[in-house]
């Protein structure tokens, strides 16, 4: 089973954004380069990830050149 962002901690929407604002990214420009649509990438913004898979955040960690456990966890960057 795969882990959801729900288990992986409370802040990922928190991470999400501010790396995304230190990328100078749209969330459309992240959309693109992620593969994953504006709707998903939204509703982790607004807290409501909570069905994403840890994929799902290595793709966006990987657009926005971070360590997926930095969105996940909060460890490193």
């Given at each position: 089973m795969a882990r959801r962002t729900g288990e992986l901690g409370p802040l990922v929407a928190k991470r999400l954004q501010k790396t995304l604002?230190?990328?100078g990214l749209s969330v459309a420009n992240?959309?693109?380069?992620s593969h994953v649509t504006r709707q998903t990438i939204?509703?982790?913004l607004e807290g409501r990830g909570g069905n994403s898979s840890i994929g799902l955040i290595a793709d966006l960690a990987r657009?926005?050149?971070?360590?997926?456990a930095w969105l996940a966890y909060g460890i490193g960057k």
């Open positions: 604002d230190d990328s992240l959309a693109d380069r939204y509703r982790i657009a926005l050149q971070v360590h997926p």
